[in-house]
Every structure is written in C-alpha cells, then in structure tokens.
C-alpha cells in the first residue's frame, strides 16, 4: 500500500528533484505531494490526515492541526535547536543523501508504529461477567510488554484500589511531563500507578460516579493530555454497563472496543441485543473483539473476532488472577503477537 508523502519546501527546484528521484527510485511506494508556502500546507493539515510531511522549518506554523499529521520531520540545512512541539522532534538534514533521508523515513515510520498509542474500550452489557478483571489483565499484559498503560475506570463504583497499591508518590515523569499548567498539574495529581504491576491508573476523589460528572469532553482531554505528553501509548477504558452519552462517546474514540462475554443466559442475551443495534453498532463493528470469559468452549452466534478465551479461574487475589490471564491469554492483542 502506497504511502501518502507530503514535501513541504519554499525551493521549488529542490522539492521538485526530490519528487522526480524518490519516484523514479521507489516507483509506487509513495503517493507524493508538493506543497511550496506555509498557507498551503496549513489548509492540507486541516483536510484531513497526512501520514508523512517533511517540512522546512520556515513553513511551520504553530497554528497548524499537528494532530493530522502521523510523522512530521522537519529538513534542516544546519544544526540548530528546534523551538518546535515534541511530536516535531525528528529532524534531518535535507541536503543528506536521499538513500539515508528516505532510509530515515523508513525506520522512523516503523518506530512510530510500533508505539502508536491505541485506546480500548472494555464494554459489556450484562453485569457480573468479569469485565474489570479482563480490563485490568489486558492492562498488565501490555505493562509487561514494556508499553506505558494508563487503566481508566469509568464504572459508577470504581474497584481499582480492590486491585492496585498506589505507589507513594505519583511516577516522576507523570510530574515532569504535565505540569505545564493549572489543569495539568491537577491531573498529574490524580495520577496513581500501582507497585506491583507499573501499570498507571486514574484515581478519584469520590468513589461514586454521577454519570453527569464527567463528560466525554472531559475523558478525551485527560486521555489526549496523558497521550501527547508520552506517558501513555496504551489507555484501557473501562467502561459501565449502560448505554450512555459517555460510553457511546467512547465506543467512537476507541481505536478497539473488548466486549467481554460470558456463558451465562443473560450476558450472551444482552450481547446480542447490543450487537443488534444496526445504527450504534455499523460505524464500530470493525473495532469489535470478543473476550469469551468463564467459558472456553463457549461459543457465541456473531460474526466477531474472538480475541481470547479463559476458562472459569479460581483465586483469592483479584491482582493475581489478572496477572495469570496477563500472561497465558493476551498475546494477542494489538501488538503484543508481535513482541
């Protein structure tokens, strides 16, 4: 599949001898286009996602969408520091060898992949199925892959502190790295992350949660904050069992949504009425995994991935019990098949 390039220069001859030999070199690997002044490349950022634009530094405009482009690497034509955002932080020489500048290309590209961030949501319709304890396991088996997890508790009764032992002191980084402003250092205050597992979590003041005391304004700030900052490249929010504002709101800005699903009349009765909703259900049905719980050979009538299948488990601590699902049931999640 062809790689949407984006060459931003005010050097019409440079940008266009590079087009003309990445082309001829590389023939349909990229899908180029050439943009020469700074208004130009601002309204192409706002039509929509770029994968990739090489740009010089006097066509940055901090106005512009950052948040559309996937991998943005500024051409240099002398070593200076760079008073750009973090996500510029990749930079080149754009008089390089174009073997080694698009080489760069290549392996940062790679790199940006393998640590995008996904966000899941841990959905069931039916209480009692055991979806904290999938959503924590899930949580975990990324921590122990060496991924930056926050675990995201939107219950109306958050069971968190029934699993994790609040380290001391928030992570250090969490501190360094979000205390820009008033709203930032609140959050970084709400930071906790558990000893055992090093998985980070979201604490809150009261255990109750009114359903209008969030919104889902408010969940998409936090987890774009924890995101662009990199302390997080994996959040896993778990979600109530209602139909909400919120959780609906969720199932959209989840790149996966893990329903957990279990043997009994109720939950496979509910999952399929849920999975019937044609008009809630067609924008996200390819974000769909099943988790079958509490029944390995279970088998349920829908035509979704099944992700994981854990038999009924015994333990007296609910922390050890989503580490044993962490570490024999979860390899197959995004990125962790290949580890």
């Given at each position: 599949?062809?790689?949407?390039?984006?060459?931003?220069?005010?050097?019409?001859?440079?940008?266009?001898?590079?087009?003309?030999?990445?082309?001829?070199?590389?023939?349909?690997?990229?899908?180029?286009?050439?943009?020469?002044?700074?208004?130009?490349?601002?309204?192409?950022?706002?039509?929509?996602?770029?994968?990739?634009?090489?740009?010089?530094?006097?066509?940055?405009?901090?106005?512009?969408?950052?948040?559309?482009?996937?991998?943005?690497?500024?051409?240099?034509?002398?070593?200076?520091?760079?008073?750009?955002?973090?996500?510029?932080?990749?930079?080149?020489?754009?008089?390089?060898?174009?073997?080694?500048?698009?080489?760069?290309?290549?392996?940062?590209?790679?790199?940006?992949?393998?640590n995008?961030?996904?966000?899941?949501?841990?959905?069931?319709?039916?209480?009692?199925?055991?979806?904290?304890?999938?959503?924590?396991?899930?949580?975990?088996?990324?921590?122990?892959?060496?991924?930056?997890?926050?675990?995201?508790?939107?219950?109306?009764?958050?069971?968190?502190?029934?699993?994790?032992?609040?380290?001391?002191?928030?992570?250090?980084?969490?501190?360094?790295n979000?205390?820009?402003?008033?709203?930032?250092?609140?959050?970084?205050?709400?930071?906790?992350?558990?000893?055992?597992?090093?998985?980070?979590?979201f604490?809150r003041?009261?255990?109750?949660?009114?359903?209008?005391?969030?919104?889902?304004?408010?969940?998409?700030?936090?987890?774009?904050?924890?995101?662009?900052?990199g302390?997080a490249?994996?959040?896993?929010i778990?979600?109530s069992?209602?139909?909400?504002?919120?959780?609906?709101?969720?199932?959209?800005?989840?790149?996966?949504?893990?329903?957990?699903?279990?043997?009994n009349?109720?939950?496979?009765?509910?999952?399929?009425?849920?999975?019937a909703?044609?008009?809630?259900?067609?924008?996200?049905?390819?974000?769909?995994?099943?988790?079958?719980?509490?029944g390995?050979?279970?088998?349920?009538?829908?035509?979704?991935?099944?992700?994981?299948r854990?038999?009924?488990?015994?333990?007296?601590?609910?922390?050890?019990?989503?580490?044993?699902?962490?570490?024999?049931?979860?390899?197959?999640?995004?990125?962790?098949?290949?580890?």
């Amino acid at each position: 599949m062809s790689m949407n390039l984006i060459i931003a220069d005010t050097n019409q001859d440079y940008v266009e001898r590079l087009k003309d030999y990445i082309l001829n070199k590389y023939q349909d690997q990229y899908i180029i286009e050439l943009i020469y002044d700074k208004y130009q490349l601002k309204e192409r950022i706002k039509q929509g996602k770029c994968q990739v634009v090489l740009l010089t530094p006097n066509l940055y405009d901090p106005e512009m969408n950052i948040k559309n482009i996937e991998l943005p690497i500024i051409l240099v034509d002398e070593e200076a520091p760079l008073p750009y955002p973090d996500k510029f932080k990749r930079s080149i020489n754009k008089y390089t060898r174009i073997t080694s500048l698009m080489l760069y290309v290549e392996e940062e590209y790679e790199e940006m992949e393998r640590n995008k961030p996904v966000i899941y949501g841990v959905y069931s319709p039916a209480g009692g199925v055991g979806k904290t304890t999938i959503a924590l396991s899930a949580a975990i088996a990324y921590a122990q892959a060496g991924k930056k997890v926050l675990y995201f508790n939107l219950e109306d009764l958050d069971s968190t502190p029934m699993f994790f032992e609040k380290a001391e002191v928030p992570p250090m980084e969490v501190l360094l790295n979000l205390a820009k402003d008033s709203y930032e250092q609140m959050l970084a205050k709400r930071i906790g992350q558990d000893k055992r597992t090093g998985v980070m979590y979201f604490t809150r003041e009261v255990q109750t949660l009114d359903p209008y005391a969030i919104s889902a304004e408010e969940v998409s700030r936090i987890v774009d904050t924890l995101i662009e900052s990199g302390m997080a490249n994996i959040v896993i929010i778990d979600l109530s069992t209602e139909l909400n504002f919120l959780n609906r709101q969720v199932f959209e800005m989840a790149d996966y949504l893990m329903m957990v699903v279990n043997q009994n009349t109720q939950s496979t009765y509910k999952t399929n009425c849920f999975m019937a909703q044609d008009e809630l259900i067609e924008p996200i049905r390819n974000k769909i995994k099943f988790v079958i719980n509490q029944g390995k050979e279970f088998s349920i009538n829908q035509d979704v991935e099944v992700i994981a299948r854990i038999d009924k488990l015994y333990a007296t601590n609910p922390l050890g019990l989503c580490e044993y699902i962490a570490q024999n049931h979860f390899l197959s999640l995004h990125g962790l098949n290949e580890q």
